[in-house]
């Protein structure tokens, strides 16, 4: 009986090693399936590209226009070797990636690094941590992302559904600017003579501007469709200056995801898209087979030229033979201001038990920033002045050091804190249009922010020159956008409208033509992220400002060290 009893114990404890591999084993497996290491290589280089009967040398990722999708999945490890072989130094963003204490990966020249020089190497490293959904990434220096730009899809952790009906499939579609002539040329044309650079010749999807352009045959996006299947359109709008409206010809959309975030859903005939954002729509191949449009179109509701010729491409029906016509859709005048604001109030967050939408209740901080448009005295310039512009009387000046590095490494004279909270100076913001400067100054200036503060900043545009919209981008942070609305913000009547319950959360807001918006968040990201409109023009006219935010206690809360390949300034 002892030897039997013993045999027992020694065949339990095997069974019990046994077990403890198998699931130690499975464990491990199920670990590197859930964050598995997703690698790419990025070389950037000049490629000659033909659109709309024009052929010219353009800077690429790998030779595609647009660049390469990034596919990851959320919790994974993603590295990204960029080699540049192009005449341009170079910097990528990874716009919407929150780049937790990692700076480093975010990419804007001279704000988290300096440029990688032509014949230089520099790996991106991060984690996809808490974000799934559609993001994007665009060259982050000069006008490059004119052509160096690409969509990143973040898919859910494995076995995680997505909170709507599961399509069928999913396609990805990225809206861009063609320009004939060498896009950075036109720039310091424009630049020299001080007035805006030429507009572009046409708006693409995918890289092509559809069938309405000369010689665009061959240059036309198209996907293929079954009658009764949902498809998941995955768009980003990579632009360089216009909000756009997109619409597919006979069919609704419903929205169910912005900025990598998800929303309840709603729908609607056509969404409005700003540069720097991304919408997700699900579409339903209901209708009768045939050739349907897609179309993408500007939204401008003030007197400024616009490239405004519509660009399309192709929702097909399997078994339509190419010979049927496609129709084209319906979409809002280039002017319907009304659309604009009601589609825009009905993003909301999703906010439920699995995925909550974390408003700021209580602000440690409030900030005021007004938008303006000026002009700077310039003597070469053909009026003796260059448009310029300005966050709270402040026209940006770009340092030649990275921030970032100036702030880990504590250099001096290469920023300041002092960044005012509010302008200087209080006036009728959207009245009657207003031509003086205000006193605009120049300077690096930055906002400093304690650690986990929590920050509600309003965006207020106003009629210096003249009102315009402006889509305000974050890095490091998603936001909640709290209120907007048309005119002067009124703190004492306002603050009483917002939403802070369900507000839409992103990371690239619409300031309306002459209104304002607010938008909150916690400050638990350290570093230095830039803040910026999304519109080049405007940011190169120096509408820009950056935050740094203070380590926090914790040893996982202050800015990790820089990488050793950090590009030389």
Known sequence: ???????????????????????????????????????????????????????????????????????????????????????????????GLKQYANGWADGPAYITQCPIQTGNSYVYDFNVTGQRGTLWWHAHIFWLRATVYGAIVILPKQGT????????????????????????????????????????????????????????????????????????????????????????????????????????????????????????????????????FMAVRPFQDVPIPVDN???????????VPNTVLPSLPQLPSPNDTAFALTYNKKLRSLNTPNFPANVPLKVDRKLFFTVGLGKSVCPTCINGTRLSASLNNITFVMPQTGLLQAHYSKMKGVFSTDFPDKPPKAFNYTGAPLTANLFTSHGTRLSKIKFNSTVELVIQDTNLLSVESHPFHLHGYNFFVVGTGVGNFDPAKDPAKYNLVDPAERNTVGVPTGGWAAIRFRADNPGVWFFHCHLELHTGWGLKTAFVVEDGPGKDQAVRPPPKDLPPC
């Not at 993603?78 to 540049?84: D, G, L």
């Not at 720039?187 to 010749?201: E, H, Y």
């Open 1 to 95: 009986m002892a030897s039997r009893g013993g045999s027992s114990f020694l065949s339990s404890e095997s069974n019990g090693r046994l077990l403890i591999y198998v699931f130690g084993f499975v464990l491990l497996i199920s670990l590197q399936v859930e964050a598995a290491t997703k690698k790419y290589q990025f070389d950037v280089q000049v490629n000659n590209v033909s659109r709309l009967c024009h052929a010219k040398p353009i800077v690429t990722v790998n030779g595609m226009f647009p660049g390469p999708t990034i596919y990851a999945r959320e919790g994974d490890r993603v590295i990204i070797n960029v080699s540049n072989h192009a005449q341009y130094n170079m910097s990528i963003h990874w716009h």
């Open 161 to 292: 559904p997505y909170p709507f009906p599961k399509p069928d499939n999913e396609h990805v579609l990225v809206f861009g600017e063609w320009w004939h002539g060498d896009v950075e040329e036109i720039v310091k044309k424009g630049n020299a003579m001080g007035l805006p650079p030429n507009m572009s010749d046409a708006h693409t999807i995918n890289g092509k501007p559809g069938p309405l352009f000369p010689c665009s045959e061959k240059h036309t996006f198209a996907m293929e469709v079954e009658q009764g299947k949902k498809y998941l359109l995955r768009i980003a709008n990579a632009a360089l200056n216009d909000e756009l409206f997109f619409a597919v010809a006979g069919h609704n959309m419903t929205v169910v995801e912005i900025d990598a975030v998800y929303t309840k859903p709603f729908t609607t005939s056509a969404i409005l898209i700003a540069p720097g954002q991304t919408t997700n729509v699900l579409v339903y191949a209901n209708r009768a087979p045939g050739r349907y």
């Open 309 to 319: 010729k519509t660009a399309t491409a192709i929702f097909q029906y399997k078994g």
